[in-house]
């Protein structure tokens, strides 16, 4: 018997959302893991709020729905609060009821403000890798190190000279979207700023790549799994990977000798040189373009620098998922310290897809 099309609405549900989201959906493991390091964080959270005054958004619910924008690539927060108003699957995770009113935009961006001006990423970030220590995923002997480009909020024509425009050099059919011919004039950051990001700079990782207003992330992971152990977010230079490897590894030198891999990149004999006087044994790619390699035979002999050779391409599984997911391959940011606040928490929530697969596989 064919059944009736009726669309009569419902008054009640008598189904909450944690019935609703079935026992084996993927998102419960992340749900479980985010709620230990939430509470861990919250004496932290406490220092950020103060006692009186009207309720804000929970800092819980803020990072819960902003790692669902980062699980599944809401590209806008405006996006973001459109989905928590009918998704039930974003509510329940969130920690909102059937009937609680979504915020507003602004509100949301407002209260993420205040996350973003305290160390809240960071502490997430070391609660994940405290879970993935408790479960034995970590390794403390081996490491890599890599950077990638991160492109920047910011368009080329707000690339311009350091001195004063005057209204003479303003094209006078469209102000606001001048049209700009960049062609035969010399552009360097020495010379030139983005109007939009001032700490953008312009840079190309390779010779044949198109130079973009960027900045550079650097990790670095531990080999036996992957997972990111450090992250930092630093101004695109042509030093600023091997800058940010030497601090990176500071933290990880003790009386244990440790190896580091790396790509050709980090071939060079005075970033070798002071790797090694840190105790670390640097296991990078040797460069072919110069047939002096800082790395010889006495490196390259052992099996261990073939096995961090192999181990050192996890990390490009790292930024592929943070670009392709994460939103990071252009940040929505500005400056340098927000882009790393998010570089960091995107980070963190990759940390928490790897272990929950690790775990999972486990099992």
């Given amino acids: 018997m064919r059944g009736h099309d009726e669309q009569q609405e419902s008054m009640y549900s008598y189904i909450s959302p944690e019935k609703r989201v079935p026992s084996d959906h993927p998102l419960r493991r992340l749900r479980g893991m985010v709620d230990v390091a939430l509470k861990e964080m919250s004496p932290q959270f406490a220092e950020l709020y103060s006692h009186y005054g009207r309720p804000s958004i929970a800092p ?21 609060m459109e989905q928590l108003s009918y998704n039930l699957l974003f509510r329940w995770f969130v920690g909102l009821s059937m009937d609680d009113a979504v915020w507003d935009v602004t509100v949301f961006t407002k209260n993420r403000e205040r996350l973003l001006e305290g160390e809240i990423a960071e502490a997430f970030f070391e609660q994940v890798l405290a879970q993935a220590r408790a479960k034995e995923l970590l390794s403390d002997e081996h490491f890599t190190v890599d950077g990638t480009l991160i492109q ?12 004063k425009e005057s209204k003479r050099d303003i094209p006078p059919e469209d102000p606001g979207n001048a049209t700009v ?30 130079a973009k207003l960027s900045y550079l992330g650097h990790v670095l992971a531990e080999n036996r799994n992957g997972l990111v152990l450090q992250t930092q977010v630093t101004m695109a230079t042509g030093t600023a990977e091997r800058e940010a490897a030497l601090e990176m590894l500071e933290a990880r030198t003790g009386r244990r000798r440790v190896t580091v891999g790396g790509d050709k990149g980090y071939d060079v004999h005075e970033f070798v040189a002071d790797v090694r006087d840190l105790g670390v044994t640097p296991h990078v790619a040797q460069s072919h373009r110069n047939r002096r390699s800082a790395i010889d035979g006495r490196t390259t002999r052992h099996v261990g620098y073939e096995i961090s050779q192999r181990k ?48 999972a596989e486990a099992a």
């Fill in 181 to 210: 011919d960049f062609h035969g004039e010399k552009r360097s950051n020495d010379t030139h700023q983005s109007t939009t990001d001032r700490q953008a700079r312009l840079y190309k990782k390779s010779a044949g790549s198109e």
């Fill in 60 to 80: 819980e619910k803020l990072l819960r729905a902003l790692l669902l924008q980062v699980l599944y690539s809401v590209r806008s927060e405006r996006l973001l």
């Fill in 312 to 359: 050192r391409k996890r990390v490009e599984e790292v930024f592929g998922w943070l670009k392709t997911i994460g939103l990071l391959r252009q940040t929505r940011y500005r400056g340098r310290e927000r882009v790393g606040w998010m570089f960091t928490f995107a980070t963190a929530v990759y940390n928490l897809v790897r272990i929950r697969n690790l775990t």
């Fill in 152 to 163: 920047a909020w910011a368009g080329q024509k707000s690339f311009r000279a350091k001195k």
